[in-house]
């Protein structure tokens, strides 16, 4: 590159910007990525969040919306062809199912390489085998450089599902801000309520993250362990279309004042130093943040076997994982760990260190550098 030539930009195409794991990954990479090596800017299909937007703290970062409609909106492919003609970018890095068709947009624009991330199924489709859906992924295939899915577990399923070649899939982790995201200190521990165990999760109030099976599971145990009705308490950080359902079922259970609802927050990180177990009831999963944000707050994980989560947890080093289909997993899991603190302590260190070892921010730039800079060296 000469001495007046700007680095390459890259276009992060996702669907909206705005609270949600996938969201606050594009945050994590646009802002850690080094300025020097590569531009970057944001389109997003159906518009942000302001707040959310204001997470991204470089200046030089265009975010524009193509401001798709609701359903079929043909004008949407014109308004983000005339987007990727504009910014000129060197690479469009799509996401999921609802961006994936823009990636012929885009070979229309003339982006010469383009790259498509898998981090997880719809709620409708648990194991991305929905007819239609793989019509649309394989339809896409020929207009993809390389795919980035963020498990083993979604880089298997490209290769079975959508026939990928091994040969274009790159697998990327998430990483987790380490600095942020860490144990509590020794006064915030004592500032806490006495003799209270605190469990915690955090995620979109959907059905797919099974909120209701972590109600039912307190409920269960409450049942049979009646003393820890002065102890045992749940919150659940996070908004979405069950949240009346969800908070219906609390006061049909008699859990009322032993389980708060918080919303949407952004002081996620703050929340979790309050928690002492923390639990991903998911039905499916690709990698969760949230379990990475917990590990590096020092908190044991309880989660479902599904997906990317035992890529992530450790059984019997970082957390618990119990089989979702075994409806006394979950409540086995919580009983275990409110009756063991040296247990939860020992989970909490040990996944702390598995994530300064191995899903770092530092390690997913890298990881994004190496693939952007593959496919720049060979335009």
């Known amino acids: 590159m000469s001495a007046t030539s700007r680095p390459p930009l890259v276009a992060q195409v996702i669907y909206r910007l705005d609270y949600g794991g996938l969201e606050n990954g594009v945050v994590n990479l646009v ?151 860490r144990p509590a200190t020794t006064s915030e521990i004592a500032a806490r309520a006495a003799g209270i165990v605190r469990i915690g999760t955090v995620g979109r109030l959907d059905p797919v993250k099974n909120h209701a099976a972590l109600l039912k599971s307190v409920r269960a145990i409450l049942d049979r362990r009646s003393e820890l009705g002065t102890v045992l308490r749940l919150t659940i950080v996070g908004d979405g279309p069950q949240r009346a359902a969800l908070e219906s079922m609390t006061r049909e259970l008699g859990l009322e004042g032993k389980v708060e609802f918080t919303g949407t927050r952004d002081d996620t990180a703050d929340l979790m130093r309050t928690f002492d177990v923390f639990v991903l009831a998911s039905m499916n999963e690709g990698i969760s943040n949230t379990i990475l944000e917990a590990m590096a707050t020092g908190l044991p994980v309880l989660a479902a076997r599904v997906g990317g989560n035992p890529e992530l947890v450790v059984p019997d080093v970082t957390g618990l994982l119990y089989d979702p289909a075994d409806g006394e997993g979950l409540t086995a899991g919580l009983t275990r760990y409110v009756d063991e603190p040296a247990l939860r302590d020992a989970h909490g260190r040990a996944g702390r260190e598995r994530v300064l070892a191995n899903f770092s921010l530092d390690s997913m730039i890298q990881r994004y550098l190496d693939i952007y800079d593959e496919l720049t060296c060979a335009a």
Request: aromatic share 8%; net charge positive.
């Open 31 to 181: 802002n850690r990525m080094p300025a020097e090596r590569y531009r970057q800017a944001v389109v997003c299909l159906a518009g942000f969040g302001r707040e959310f937007r204001n997470r991204i703290r470089r200046d030089d970062v265009e975010v524009v919306s193509i401001d798709k409609q609701p359903g079929k909106d043909p004008a949407a492919y014109v308004r983000m062809w005339r987007t990727l003609r504009r910014l000129r970018p060197a690479i469009v890095h799509t996401r999921n199912l609802g961006t994936v068709d823009m990636q012929w947009v885009a070979v229309a624009a003339g982006v010469p390489r383009r790259v498509h991330g898998e981090h997880g199924w719809e709620a409708s489709d648990p194991r991305g085998l929905n007819p239609r859906s793989l019509r649309i992924r394989r339809a896409c295939r020929p207009a993809v450089h390389r795919y980035v899915p963020m498990s083993r577990d979604l880089a298997d399923w490209l290769q079975s599902a959508v026939r990928v070649p091994a040969s274009r899939i790159r697998q990327a982790y998430s990483g987790v801000d380490t600095g942020r995201f």
